[in-house]
C-alpha cells in the first residue's frame, strides 16, 4: 500500500521532531558557548584605564618583550589622528621616554608597554599641544588627539 504524505509524516513526527529539537538545542548551547568564551577573550585583550588627568589608554594586543621604561630609547610605529577622523601624521620615532622629548601623553602612555603590544591612546590637548595646537600645522587649538600605538623596540 502506498502511504500519503501525511501518514508518513504522522508517524514520522514524533521521532524527527525529537531529534530537531535535540539538534537545535545543541547548536543554540555552542555558539552561546562561543560567544561567551569571544567575548572572554575580547575583554582579556582590550582592557582600558583613564587617568586623572584624562589620559585614556587602551591595551589592544599586549606585547611580550622588552619593558619601555623611563630613560630608555624607545621605537614606536604610530598612527596619529583627530576627533574627526582625519590622519595628521604616521610612522615611525625613536625618543628617550619620558625625557619630555615628545608631547606628555606620550611619555605617559607608553610607559609600561612591551615589544610587540598595540595601544590606543586618547590624549587631551593638556598633555598634547594645549591651547596653540600647532601653529601653521595639522592640529588645531585645544585638540584631543587619537593614536594608534606598537611598540617596535624597547
Known sequence: RVRSSRETL???QPKSFALVGAGLTLALLACAALL???SQQESELESTQVLADGLKI??????SGAE???GETVKVHYTGKLADGKVFDSGDI????GQGQVIKGWDQGLKGMRVGGVRKLVIPPSLAYGSTGTPGGPIPPDA???FDVKLIKA
Open 68 to 70: 619601555a621604561q623611563d
Open 144 to 146: 584631543t588627539l587619537f
Open 94 to 97: 625613536s625618543f628617550a621616554l
Open 36 to 38: 561567551t568564551i569571544s
Open 10 to 12: 504522522h508517524k514520522m
Open 58 to 63: 587602551t591595551d589592544v594586543r599586549a606585547g
